[in-house]
């Protein structure tokens, strides 16, 4: 009988890395993928807002690092729990959204009449996703791809997560949709940018991961000790399935009857906003341009610990959320962030913003000099015009970029002289 979070962690752990060598906190995440769906209709009251129970992970690191061996045992479990898992496979709008076709004699409708072939993102619990990377590339098909995962991962029955496709005919097709995602991949390029331009990342808990050259002899070691040996208790896995289905099926008959369930966090909200402080706090020796990521990031990332708390509360059958809940929340999502800030700021090649503007200033000075230098002046006004072409022309860039980057950096002083536009450096 499995009594709290902690009791459920160590079993689950200690099947899981039989699968997935040394790979504890992504055990942690699996876990809270299985129990996000089971959960998905115990909601979160946050004012104005609320969250719902899914919690969808993403494994991004090197080859043979494990990340994909375990996905047949998160798989098992969710199917213990009568949850559909499926592979995202079909980027197009029929294969994500649905489309119509017209019945034909095998069909029990009239010929002629439509009939909805639901997409993936509708008839589908868990979507796992083993090239993720591909997400990221920019072509049609995977920008209107994100758009509705983007949908998907909103509050469950919110205006935000209705996912609407208008067709040539039919209908619009239109529904809510509950799913979760589980991807893994190779790291990809620039996932710094990713986190800034693309809501999905942060609607996802990320686990980056780059393998030293120790870390794969203990793997290698470890993985030749297990051989002719079946490491896996088969009693073990299937008391862990028992108890995953048994939780499920509890859960499914409550949401059934219309049952309520709200949860009390009255001890620990003022706790609370002390751990959010200390999360940002983690940001603040980081680098100007990759801290305004991670700020928003973490922004993202406390509502994680706040769904990650009611899994811990609802194991424990009850409704009020504790200190204990908040602890293992907590610890969690600050070891997750461990793993994520100093990737940003190492690996990701983010291009920063201050970096740019300073780069621009050091252009657009040497570019002013040579104009004063060509035609002097005793005050040091240069034609804005002269300034604007000569940079477009070197930099190889647009007046209405110059502008842009410059507009608000006090880098030029600009004034009016005879009807003309003029500009200065100082």
């Not at 980027?91 to 004699?105: M, Q």
């Not at 003022?270 to 680098?287: A, C, F, G, P, S």
Request: aromatic content about 8%; proline content about 3%.
């Amino acid at each position: 009988m499995i009594t709290d979070i902690h009791d459920l962690q160590d079993r689950w752990t200690n099947i899981f890395c039989e699968y997935s060598y040394n790979n504890e906190k992504y055990a942690q995440l699996c876990m809270h993928l299985v129990l996000g769906q089971i959960y998905r209709r115990r909601f979160i009251i946050k004012g104005a807002q609320r969250l719902d129970g899914r919690v969808s992970i993403a494994a991004f690191w090197d080859s043979s690092g494990g990340k994909s061996a375990p996905y047949g045992f998160v798989k098992s479990m969710l199917e213990a729990a009568d949850l559909d898992v499926a592979d995202l496979d079909d980027y197009t709008d029929a294969g994500l959204v649905g489309t119509w076709r017209e019945a034909e004699e095998h069909d029990d409708e009239e010929n002629g009449e439509l009939i909805l072939e639901p997409g993936i993102l509708q008839t589908t619990d868990v979507l796992h996703f083993d090239e993720a990377s591909t997400l990221f590339m920019e072509t049609t098909h995977t920008k209107k791809a994100v758009n509705f995962l983007e949908k998907a991962l909103n509050p469950i029955g919110t205006p935000q997560n209705m996912i609407t496709k208008k067709l040539a005919r039919g209908p619009p097709i239109e529904f809510y949709s509950d799913l979760s995602l589980f991807l893994t991949s190779y790291i990809p390029e620039h996932l710094g940018e990713e986190f800034l331009n693309k809501g999905l990342m942060q609607r996802v808990i990320v686990l980056p991961k780059r393998l030293t050259f120790q870390n794969r002899i203990d793997n290698i070691r470890l993985d030749a000790s297990k051989l002719g040996i079946e490491s896996v208790v088969p009693e073990d896995l299937e008391a862990l399935r028992a108890w995953i289905k048994r939780e499920a099926e509890d859960e499914y008959a409550r949401v059934r009857n219309g049952i309520p369930h709200e949860f009390n966090w009255d001890a620990v909200r003022e706790y609370i906003k002390t751990l959010n402080v200390r999360l940002l706090n983690m940001t603040t020796m980081l680098d100007s341009g990759v801290q305004a990521i991670a700020t928003s990031i973490i922004s993202r990332y406390c509502n994680h610990m706040y769904v990650i708390a009611t899994h811990s509360a609802s194991i424990r059958g009850d409704t009020k959320i504790t200190k204990d809940d908040i602890d293992y929340a907590y610890r969690l999502i600050k070891e997750i962030m461990d793993y994520l800030l100093p990737f940003l700021e190492m690996d990701a090649h983010i291009r920063r913003k201050d970096a740019r503007e300073s780069k621009l200033s050091k252009q657009l000075r040497n570019i002013y000099l040579q104009i004063l230098q060509d035609n002097p002046s005793d005050d040091g006004w240069v034609l804005k015009s002269a300034l604007w072409s000569r940079a477009e022309k070197e930099l190889k860039t647009s007046s209405s970029t110059l502008y842009r980057m410059t507009r608000d950096s006090g880098l030029l002083v600009e004034a009016t002289i005879k009807r003309k536009k003029y500009v200065k450096i100082e």
